[in-house]
């Protein structure tokens, strides 16, 4: 069964400018969390989607948003880039934490010039 | 609020020596108990987890780690390390809700000497 699947890879943008990211959960999980990992601050949690509805948001300002949508995917988006914001950014997807936990994508490489 | 400390940002052992990697927690909650293991460039891959029930936890590539409630910790542990185990291991709790994600200590950078 298909991994949950971040894409691009890779991406390069200027500051100011603002970006979308994509991640398409394992099928059947309706819980999507995203995280953004630096060397200086480590793993962070962004936050936490469930069945299209946003539970949760970690520290992070209002430029970061997301959404997710009916079929469970779901998008981030980081509006005025800054220079700090370049940084791997994971995300997760969860059917059911007693049983499988929660499955991470390959990550998202933001570098911000 | 949650918080992981995992002692220990580098820690270096001989190719077949035990594996001591040292995470404790702070919850309110009974909590989720998680580790993961890096690789360069990638994502983060579920080694064990502890949620209800045998505080001894065995997960994959012969890793396992304890719940012990009353010392806060979920210290992980293998018996015989291989050049392979060299990655990035993190600790990670959850209250359960799953709302509320996963709150990560530091990371340790597990060395394997030859």
């Known amino acids: 069964k298909a991994g949950v699947t971040q894409t691009p890879r890779y991406l390069i943008k200027t500051r100011g400018q603002q970006v979308t990211l994509s991640c398409s959960p394992i099928s059947g999980h309706r819980s999507v969390s995203w995280y953004q990992q630096t060397p200086g601050q480590g793993l962070q949690f962004l936050f936490e989607y469930f069945s299209e509805t946003q539970r949760n948001k970690g520290n992070f300002p209002g430029r970061f948003s997301g959404r997710q949508f009916s079929n469970s995917r779901s998008e981030m988006n980081v509006s005025t880039l800054e220079l700090g914001d370049s940084a791997l950014y994971l995300c997760?997807?969860?059917?059911?934490?007693?049983?499988?936990?929660?499955?991470f994508g390959s990550g998202t490489r933001l570098t911000v010039v | 609020a949650q918080s992981v400390t995992q002692l220990g940002s580098h820690v270096s052992v001989s190719e077949g020596a035990l594996v001591l990697l040292r995470c404790n927690y702070s919850s309110s909650v009974p909590p989720y108990l998680f580790w993961y293991v890096q690789y360069p460039n990638q994502g983060l891959q579920l080694l064990l987890k502890y949620t209800t029930g045998a505080t001894l936890v065995k997960g994959i590539n012969g890793f396992e780690a304890e719940f012990k409630k009353s010392e806060t910790s979920f210290h992980l542990t293998k018996p015989s390390a291989h050049m392979s185990d060299a990655a990035e291991y993190f600790c990670a709790v959850s209250s359960g809700g799953g709302a509320d994600g996963l709150t990560f200590g530091k990371g340790t950078h597990l060395i394997i000497q030859p």
């Open positions: 997760a997807s969860s059917l059911n934490l007693q049983v499988g936990g929660y499955t």
